[in-house]
């Protein structure tokens, strides 16, 4: 499997953005996808899964802000992020499990 995030960028505090990932090679239907970040001198931390039927679990950093999203004929996720802080500016990673990630894309929020 490989994976392809697209979408991030540069934007202003309180803008938003929406990432995409698209999985392609041996994707299984049946696999949950999701988003993990780093941003610089941190660890990577987990923001959000959503399963093959659509159940979603969203880390608290992400809660009320950001929602994922799938369409599975696409083998495609999204993430919709709303109300963008400085502390979001990261490199987002999508993530199929167990261990095939996306190459990352930048979100740089400025204040």
């Known amino acids: 499997v490989q994976l392809q995030a697209s979408g991030g960028g540069l934007v202003q505090s309180g803008g938003s953005l929406r990432l995409t990932c698209v999985a392609s090679g041996s994707v299984s239907g049946d696999n949950a996808m999701g988003w993990y970040r780093q941003a610089p001198g941190k660890q990577r931390e987990w923001v959000t899964y959503?399963?093959?039927?659509?159940?979603?679990n969203l880390a608290s950093l992400a809660k009320g802000r950001f929602t994922i999203s799938r369409d599975n004929a696409k083998n495609t996720i999204y993430l919709q992020m709303n109300n963008l802080q400085p502390e979001d500016t990261a490199t987002y990673y999508c993530?199929?499990?167990?261990?095939?990630w996306g190459q990352g894309t930048l979100v740089t929020v400025s204040s």
């Open positions: 993530h199929y499990p167990p261990n095939t």
């Open positions: 959503i399963t093959a039927d659509g159940r979603k």
